[in-house]
């Protein structure tokens, strides 16, 4: 699966209409707002890679890059007091 995003509602319904897929709102970390908030259209997994980069191009979206790894797991939490000084 492919994920494009738009800031247009009307460019993501296009793109949805030409690909096929899912519409949704997307969310940014750290924004309130809604209106800050992009269309997210989610493209099937057998759709041609030229062709979406051709028509999310078009409709001045872009794609998730497919190649992101997984965040490290953060590490293990102390499980008793520190203390600084001996004593």
């Not at 051709?54 to 499980?79: H, I, N, R, S």
């Amino acid at each position: 699966m492919q994920i494009a995003y738009f800031w247009e509602r009307e460019d993501a319904e296009a793109v949805l209409q030409r690909l096929g897929g899912r519409l949704r709102r997307g969310r940014f970390h750290g924004e309130d707002d809604d209106e800050d908030h992009p269309w997210v259209v989610e493209l099937p997994a057998g759709t041609g890679a030229d062709e979406v980069e051709t028509v999310v191009a078009q409709y001045d979206g872009w794609l998730e890059p497919a190649d992101q790894e997984p965040a490290p797991a953060p590490p293990p939490l102390p499980t008793g007091p520190r203390r600084l000084k001996k004593g």
